[in-house]
């Protein structure tokens, strides 16, 4: 065992804490307020080659793993400016298609995602499916030398600041199986590709990224844009749920770290009686216990990040990560809420955000039950109890 | 013991009833939308007589109580329709003026407070005091047969939807003596007197009534605006606070049933797998225990409302009722997002708002911590903690 | 709504006092070290009426309902005195009798029952079936005049300080009927009738009854000692539950006063840096949220009473108070085990027993998921989870 | 970093199960029951070397760190078996021995406990000291060559187990002194000197060790045994004080993980309606989140240790070690007792003594609220709240 970082991910880190200095907070708020593209912070990532941090060298970039991704995005949380983004194009999409890509596609795709003018957004969820993805009733017919597309999704994130959509449909109706699990297809398409439409949702999330409704109108695929075998999207599907719950994993554990910062901060300079509220335990413990919790999540989730880079089974570890990092993110946020008093719901004192943020953590992209779910049955032995 | 309604009680909610149905949750969403005075459910409740149900008979209202006021709030709460105003108008302001005002400031203010059309607000809460209210600076000097008031307050609600303001002031400087607890006065004011002026904070929370700073510039009050004593404003205060717990108590446990049966109907509705979700008890026994912890902390309500119109010291039940009603509609709302997914949090669900405001009760209108050391303390007989 | 006692009522209270004054916790404390028999506090009891408080008057009895049953339960409990005896005898045995009984078996058994002479005990659970009443296997065949039973039970309280045992067992297989709800029926036996026979288990509870295995090797039982009907024991069961959930509840909440008055007192004088532990938050406050909790856990059950003796169907409020008067009572157990320190782990301290005694709360007379799955399916309208 | 197991950390892993499966829980209940010391286990653990594992190679040890210890003691406890000497022999005593001790003393007194002949408890705590050793009274006055020894100790574990004891004690009185921290010294005495008697405490604690009080009459203590020097003993404790953090945190994961999977296997096969009861979220909730805990708990348990083992300031990692797995276990202890219903609670079933065993662990050796006060202050930066 050695918990003590190499060389190359202290430097992402030191040079999260540049990138940070320069694109601080307020720089991302001025940006979320309108759900506006951070470009020149995503720039400068680019330039830094973070962008391509998990895109093979071979083209075009640094060739790097999870734990990599996973050390950036925990850093950058832990300013309150970690991006979306990276969750999606760096975390899930530039590793399936380096990894279950056709040599044409890599190099078709991957070189403009490694330097950024390229990004993809991932389009899976339904209406009626929710943790339930067999459900999807998204389904691609093939025509000819193309497939044609019909469906809807909900909860994409950023299809407005993306120009590729990673998207997951039937090629095979529900019923036509008696195996549920057959039938799913993976496609990179892009956003504007005639009868793809979206519509923003009305979600009251913080962050430079929207959500989105896409509308799939007989759009028309060709069979190049197939990413790994038809009908056996499933195997693609599995390699990135892993990566997305570390990655998100990280950001939570970040994102605590930030408002437990920002709490002490607020509560060793508010004097109310004789001291500062920060010396009241009713106050102190249960930041010190979400503090606790955090870096215990941390560790489980630098272990995830280690294992799926060491090609091993990296379930347990991803998803005791996530479960564990959501639910101390959000003792954390809700201890950093009481300290603040009335203050905590204005939003100049942007606490509110990493709060509401912080609960969402417990529902995505896995929640909190389907968490357990795994633990019990993959991980204790129990039967599966739903 | 009883634990039956009288016959004027039951009225009350089956009234209450009538009016959130007229005046409904969309009602509501729409004046909060845009922070507009629902007037029109205003004159439905003075119509029936719900104005001024806590004002004195001889000055035209029904001279009920506490409970009355109370049982109003929860019912209205548990269709998402109870007014903010309630609280602080028909829950502080009349009751106060009735007991500790002239006759003469009786007859000038509760006459117009009873049929609504006179409205006030409390002004108390200062940016460095908190809880600490001893320690506020706003001071009104004595200047002849005026008091001349400056200073600023914060946290104020629906200033700009009533026409008075009750404020509390220091009329001696905090300095100026041994013990602390001298030196309070109350004023009844006119919102446009000049030299008040207000600006709507930044608040993040749901209502139709906003919150604001507001400041005090030489506004000159005259001494027949002095409620109660010169300086000892502590006592009319002492009578505000238990009503207060209480009708917030009652609103929380109102919002707690609106938010728990909209979870309910929502759970036993989506299918993902192949039962309602709500079969599952992990989702299931949150909102049962929300529900077990929300129905105790009725009856304290229910109990504090009865000691306080007996004339009691209601001030342990009041305390356990807020604690505990604030803590069970928190639990509840938690519960309800968890089964809505993702979708609570869309504006279109209506669910993140009843989140952020059960969030609320836990430091509002006082924390959880000063709930927690009045009960050690009063209650339990230990040392201050602070 | 009337929260006060009436005097009937304040006087059992006061006379719980006294029998608690005279035979104390180290009364009870000999007693259950060696599990035997508390004959002079239950003469005492017997004394001053309270054996018969629920039994007819036209038997020797009061006449009065569950809620001077608990009143005097909850204030006994208070003292730490509470016998366990009350919950199944006079919360249960007497008035089912007294309701389903003839009057030749009401006056066969409820005059000695009455005076403290007589003792039932309850014979329910059996290995297999835990909260699947409907599981058990012990079997009553009819044979001429008698019932033949054979089969085994466990988990029986004070089966050696009785002399009478009120038995469910089926009178049909399981397998006999479509419906699992027949078949069941409720003898009234001799503790000493040849065949029967009991061990006492290896249970680790405090408190003067023992817990017993208990084994029919074809008991002979005369007809007339069917309480109900043959088949239709489901009936009076149902008259049982109820009761047995709201003297357990006053038990628990007088348990929970019980330990937070000890913990409070040991808290307020032991000083290790330089004030009484009990002046921090982190302890102070856990006892503090306690207190809350068992407080409105107490009207709950108050309530539950008053609709059980109105006779009104108290399921709702009996769940409810089971449920949230147990949590409450464990809640205030471990925050006074902490208190405690090292010292709550020792024989002399008289706490870790009580602690024991509140985690079994959560599991008996009904484990807290059943209460959960009465309150989502009963209350709330949500299927079946199990 | 690298998560795995070196060769040798493994083997330590894999002997333990040996010994586990030779020296099993019934072994250690039956040990346990009288209080006997577990010789047998003693013998082949020294056997295999696992008893100077702390110890310098120079002195007959293996010369290995907390870690290797650290995984001893969970993987014992994972079986139910860890021995708490391992705590204080192997965990405290060797060590600081090894580094404190004279060259002399090394000689004297390493070998023979490395091979286990010579066995070393610690007594430290005093009644009216408890978490503020600085108030500690016992005082050991210079007498020439000597010092001698009077005061008395509590909750010292296995005094009748052991030939040795390493004895904390004044060596200038408590007002000597302007700052507290001085006049510590630490000694190593062997238990049959005259003026030294003990009693056993009447703690209810399994375990084959009992708690004792230790009382000083006279003890003539040769100056050779001091440990360090004297009046400095708070360095040498604070080199004791995170080893047992970690040692202790090892063994609450392990025991943690014993009665979770003893848990499950109850619960997938006890079947009330139709399925195992392990398959309702109520039961397999708790279980599942208690693992998750656990697993991120012992991360940090090993990163404090791999700290220690470098020489670092391992105090940040033991204590959110400590904290985390007490925590932890505390939930997999409750968790496993829920769902063992009544069973839980008999002797039989052995599930009652791992529950106290893990409540015990939320006050001991330093208890939770010491543990995030820790936190509180050295992590984060808050003020001293007590």
């Known amino acids: 065992m050695d918990f003590s970082l190499s060389d190359e991910h202290q430097m992402i880190l030191d040079s999260a804490d540049k990138i940070a200095t320069k694109f601080n907070r ?11 593209f951070p470009q020149e912070m995503w720039d400068e990532m680019g330039d830094q080659g973070f962008l391509g941090i998990s895109c093979p060298s071979e083209y075009g970039g640094a060739g790097m793993g999870v734990t990599a991704l996973s050390l950036l995005q925990e850093r950058l949380a832990e300013h309150g400016v970690a991006p979306l983004y990276f969750v999606v194009n760096q975390g899930i999409a530039i590793p399936v298609i380096g990894k279950h890509g056709t040599e044409e596609q ?14 993809c957004c991932f389009a899976i969820t339904e209406p009626n499916a929710g943790t339930n993805t067999f459900k999807m009733k998204s389904l691609a017919k093939a025509d000819g030398d193309d497939f044609i ?32 699990k057959k039938g799913l297809t993976l496609f990179v398409i892009d956003v504007d590709t005639p009868g793809l439409t979206y519509d923003q949702m009305d979600t009251k999330l913080a962050g430079t990224a929207g959500q989105f409704f896409v509308y799939f109108n007989n759009v028309r695929i060709p069979k190049e844009n197939v990413l790994g075998e038809v009908g056996k999207g499933l195997n693609v599907l599995f390699d990135s749920l892993n990566p ?22 607020y509560a060793n300079e508010r004097i109310i009686f004789d ?11 249960p930041l010190a216990e ?5 870096e215990t999540a941390s560790l489980m989730t630098r272990k995830a990040a280690w294992a799926q880079d060491a090609g091993e089974n990296a379930g347990e570890f991803a998803n005791i990560a996530k479960f564990t990092a959501a639910e101390a993110n959000f003792k954390a946020a809700d201890a950093a809420m009481q300290v603040h008093g009335g203050y905590g719901f204005t939003e100049s004192m942007d606490m509110l955000d990493h709060f509401i943020g912080a609960r969402l953590g417990k529902i995505a992209p896995i929640n909190r039950e389907m968490n357990l779910n795994f633990i019990g049955e993959h991980i204790l032995g129990m039967p599966k109890s739903y």
């Open 26 to 36: 307020e720089y991302m708020l001025e940006h979320s307020k309108e759900k506006t």
């Open 149 to 180: 597309l019909n469906g809807s999704k909900l909860f994409i994130s950023a299809v407005n600041h993306v120009n590729k959509m990673l998207v997951v449909a039937r090629t095979e109706s529900y019923s036509d199986h008696d195996t549920r």
């Open 106 to 119: 890599k190099e078709r795709w991957l070189p403009d995602m490694a330097i950024g003018t390229s990004r």
């Open 244 to 265: 997305e719950r570390i990655i998100v994993a990280s950001g939570a554990v970040g994102s605590g770290r930030y408002v437990i910062k920002r709490a002490v901060e």
């Open 275 to 285: 001291r500062p509220i920060s010396a009241y335990q009713g106050l102190q413990h």
């Open 290 to 294: 979400a503090k606790a919790l955090l």
